[in-house]
């Protein structure tokens, strides 16, 4: 399989993607902070850099966001955590979330799932602490 790089092809494995390789492709000219690398089925991933600002706004898909490198605070809802290089954090389809006062290499790897509005399991479990989910 090959992937159009700039204009070198160059040869890919379907089994990953190294963070280098991504962050290749937010350095293209006219990149957005983001870069898909990755789909099958309903699974997307991609790399996540902003500067300066996280203009996100909620998607229509759960999503699991693994910290590359950087560090600053992570709001979803109207909760607020610290995070750094290794953390891993989710946001349920439709919530609204971005990431605040980061450093300037903050990237983060963000694995979109599932179906559009997202899994509906009725609770989620951290730590082996079940939390209820919904109304």
Known sequence: MN????????????HGVTLGEAR???GLPG????AEVFRRGTLRAELYAPRG?????????DEVHVVATGNGTYL???QRRPFGPGDFLF???GQDHRFEDFS???AVWVIFYGPEGGEQP???TVLGQTHGEGA
Do not use: M
Request: hydrophobic fraction near 30%; charge should be negative.
């Open 24 to 26: 290749d492709q937010l």
């Open 3 to 14: 992937v159009q790089k700039g204009h070198d092809l160059q040869a890919t494995n379907p």
């Open 31 to 34: 990149a957005l902070a983001f």
């Open 76 to 78: 979803c809802e109207d």
């Open 122 to 124: 009725g609770s989620r």
């Open 53 to 61: 600002h996280d203009p996100q706004t909620p998607h229509l898909q």
């Open 91 to 93: 946001v349920a389809a």
């Open 104 to 106: 300037g290499d903050f």
